[in-house]
């Protein structure tokens, strides 16, 4: 049946990882967006917790998928869950969010595609992911960081930028091709250790937010790494499957990047609420909302957003943990919440007069960390682009 | 358990609304829209899948089911996908069966709803709107004064369902207790209706002005006798309704657009190739199944026993907010065959109007 009512395993975990948020991220937020690039060691407490990791494949055929159980009764999925735990942590920070040992977004490649092998040598490191280069944003099917299989090594040439845990991460997943004639086919991922020769970090970025997360340029020169670093086959298939694959994990990460803007949104949402109920509006649920003052009328058509972003997302991430196609889906999420995660926050600021342009509350700081989500990930507009072609069923070369 | 899938029962009843839209509804309903009228013909038929009686007991006419608002957005949405007069018409007595099966005392349920939940179609409503710009439905300015263990009602309803043909009307009134509602019978000298109401939108629909005058009604007559009612319930209730026609209209207009979308040459290629229109397509896409979804929120809270007051509050908001927004694209995507009454499109924009200043007239 479908049922919507969240089950009390949801409120649970809310509760948890509120308290965390609440008494972990919140003192620390406003230290590290000023200290930029600093490593926050208070997060060293969430070493070893196992956001992004999996269990070995137990089976004799080490190519057969790991067998997923949909979720029972009362539980919740993996992905549901996730989404929820995103939610309240970025409700506290979301670059610090960002900066959790062992949760990067190489450490999700890792645990998707990884072999029993690579789990031992690689499931325990902080894994970044190194796709976008300077000429190669949106259309990450051009890059030009080359592979080259040399006797039992890859060599890696070429540079990456917006690499997310830069500097902390002790590897990184690199987006490289092995036949640039072969197009998105050619290209695989390759783990590559920091302290391997030719393969330097060049710079940290300076960003408008998420100043908590390193964010940095890789440069590869000559880089040698070991022949079974590479992530999946290296096989060169005249069809595009392996591409396809790896831009299937964006269809489980989108709606937890969605659930990233709705933890910031709500931060913003409840800050400006607390200010307004101090200044002695109500909110009751009760008034027709032509009869309410502006701020308040305008306050619930952004709760009324924040949720429907928060149920797409959770409608994408719950399709995931049933093992169902969700491409469309979590496409939506993202693009919902992309947009409307980066207007609910410009406009509580707007709200919050002096007080949401001060440095001395943290309603500036979200309008700033908000924006990012509606950039990586893809962008909204290359969301818009997938949504558009999933329904109006046009291929990329019909509505490009 | 929790999940974003229709089990196999919600699945057959919606196949059976849906069925019924498409083999009857679809293609004669600009015509009786233009006409200003819906065939009754039509109506029984829907009446007949019987949403509105379901979980009405036996004894009374109904079928005996435990109470749905899930199978009730369920089934609204599908007519509204057809049509939203047509949704609103088929369901209208379920603004007076469904707050009676929930507050009515037991002379009340047994009275009232055995003559409009049987085989035909019997007309009973809710009169809830008043024409006035600062009109709230929780505070209606219609009062209700008690005088001598009789109330006396008084004030002017507009946007009345069906209110020319209804057997009963139940009128939200303000008591000193608050707001509550009153059964008050056709036949009833103090109750007078007037004029049909000529509407942006709803074509199809009869609603009618109701002018309450000296109207009395015995003290029994208040919904759930001495108790009364729990208003806050009913007014979430409707709330829901609400958005889930707006997830009806929605769709339906998505669905037009997007179909356009991809036929319409212009420049030697389909209009929905070029991104300026293929982003509305996507944009209407996913709010009409955030609508869907805020509306099935609230529907599963009201389900579980949950109070929905919040829920039902902010789906409603937003359902009118971005039904308004899908039917403007929607308008557009088609451009000057969007104005064109010929095409869906106006009309699913006109009666998207609706869901953002109408309450009482659908419910879950």
């Known amino acids: ?400 | 358990m929790f999940s974003f899938e229709l089990d196999k029962e919600q699945k057959m009843i919606r196949n059976s609304y849906a069925e019924l839209v498409k083999k009857l509804v679809a293609d004669t309903i600009h015509d009786q829209d233009e006409a200003g009228a819906l065939d009754p013909k039509t109506i029984q038929k829907a009446w007949e899948l019987g949403v509105s009686v379901s979980a009405v007991p036996e004894a009374c006419g109904g079928m005996g089911m435990p109470d749905s608002p899930m199978q009730s957005a369920i089934c609204l949405e599908e007519l509204a996908y057809g049509d939203a007069s047509f949704a609103i018409a088929v369901t209208t007595p379920s603004l007076f069966i469904s707050p009676l099966l929930r507050y009515g005392t037991e002379a009340q349920k047994n009275a009232c709803l055995p003559p409009v939940c049987g085989e035909t179609y019997v007309p009973a409503t809710l009169a809830m709107c008043e024409p006035d710009l600062a009109f709230d439905a929780a505070s209606p300015k219609c009062r209700a004064e008690k005088k001598n263990g009789a109330y006396i009602l008084s004030g002017v309803k507009c946007f009345v369902p069906k209110a020319k043909d209804a057997k009963y009307i139940l009128v939200a009134a303000s008591t000193d207790q608050g707001p509550q509602l009153f059964i008050v019978s056709a036949d009833n000298p103090g109750l007078k209706v007037g004029d049909r109401e000529k509407t942006l939108g709803l074509y199809a629909l009869d609603m009618y002005r109701v002018t309450l005058e000296n109207c009395k009604v015995s003290a029994a007559d208040k919904l759930g006798g001495d108790n009364g009612c729990d208003y806050a319930d009913v007014l979430a209730r409707s709330r829901v309704g609400l958005a889930a026609v707006a997830a009806g209209i929605s769709r339906a207009s998505f669905e037009f657009a997007r179909d356009y979308a991809k036929k319409r040459e212009q420049f030697g290629a389909p209009i929905g190739t070029k991104q300026s229109v293929a982003f509305m397509v996507a944009e209407m896409a996913y709010e009409a199944d955030a609508i869907r979804l805020m509306c099935w929120k609230a529907a599963s809270m009201l389900e579980a026993g949950k109070p929905a007051v919040r829920e039902a509050y902010l789906a409603r908001m937003y359902a009118g907010e971005m039904a308004m927004k899908i039917g403007d694209y929607g308008v557009q995507v088609l451009g000057g065959h969007g104005y064109i009454r010929d095409y869906p499109q106006e009309r699913y924009y006109r009666n998207a109007r609706g869901i953002a200043i109408l309450e009482g007239v659908a419910t879950v």
């Open chain 1, 1 to 400: 049946m479908a049922n919507l009512y969240p089950p009390e395993a949801v409120a649970k975990i809310q509760t948890g990882m509120r308290q965390l948020a609440q008494t972990v991220l919140r003192p620390i937020s406003r230290k590290y967006d000023e200290a930029e690039h600093e490593y926050p060691k208070e997060l060293d407490v969430f070493r070893g917790l196992p956001v992004m990791g999996r269990a070995k494949k137990k089976d004799k055929d080490p190519g057969a998928a790991p067998k997923k159980e949909a979720p029972k009764e009362d539980k919740v999925g993996q992905n549901l869950g996730t989404c929820i735990t995103v939610e309240e942590i970025c409700w506290g920070d979301c670059g610090l969010m960002l900066s959790i040992p062992n949760a990067g977004l190489g450490n999700a490649a890792i645990a998707a595609v990884a072999t029993d092998e690579q789990l031992e040598r690689f499931g325990k490191l902080w894994a970044a992911m190194a796709i976008t280069e300077a000429e190669s944003g949106s259309d990450s099917g051009s890059i030009s960081t080359t592979a080259e299989l040399v006797g039992d090594e890859w060599v890696l040439n070429g540079e990456k930028i917006f690499v997310t845990c830069a500097d902390r991460a002790d590897c990184v997943v690199v987006w490289a091709t092995v036949d640039k004639s072969a197009g998105k086919a050619g290209i695989k991922s390759f783990v590559v250790k920091k302290g391997t020769p030719g393969f330097t970090l060049d710079h940290l970025e300076h960003k408008l937010g998420i100043r908590a997360s390193d964010t940095g340029t890789f440069v590869l020169n000559n880089c040698r790494i070991p022949k079974n670093n590479i992530l999946g086959s290296a096989e060169v298939k005249t069809r595009t499957d392996g591409f396809k694959g790896v831009m299937k994990t964006f269809d489980n990460t989108r709606p937890m990047v969605a659930a990233m803007a709705v933890g910031v949104a709500r931060a913003a949402l409840d800050f400006t609420k607390e200010k307004l109920e101090e200044a002695g509006y109500v909110f009751d649920y009760a008034k027709n909302p032509n009869n309410l003052p502006a701020v308040v009328r305008e306050w619930y058509m952004m709760e009324a957003n924040l949720e429907a972003m928060r149920l797409l997302a959770w409608r994408a991430a719950w399709m995931a943990d049933n093992q169902e196609h969700n491409n469309l889906e979590a496409s939506m999420s993202k693009a919902k919440s992309g947009r409307y995660g980066t207007l609910i926050t410009q406009r509580c600021c707007e709200i919050l007069g002096p007080l949401g342009y001060t440095r001395e509350f943290l309603a500036e700081k979200w309008m700033r960390d908000s924006k990012i989500l509606d950039i990586f990930e893809g962008t909204g507009q290359i969301q818009h682009l997938i949504i558009a072609r999933n329904v109006l069923h046009f291929s990329s070369g019909e509505l490009k």
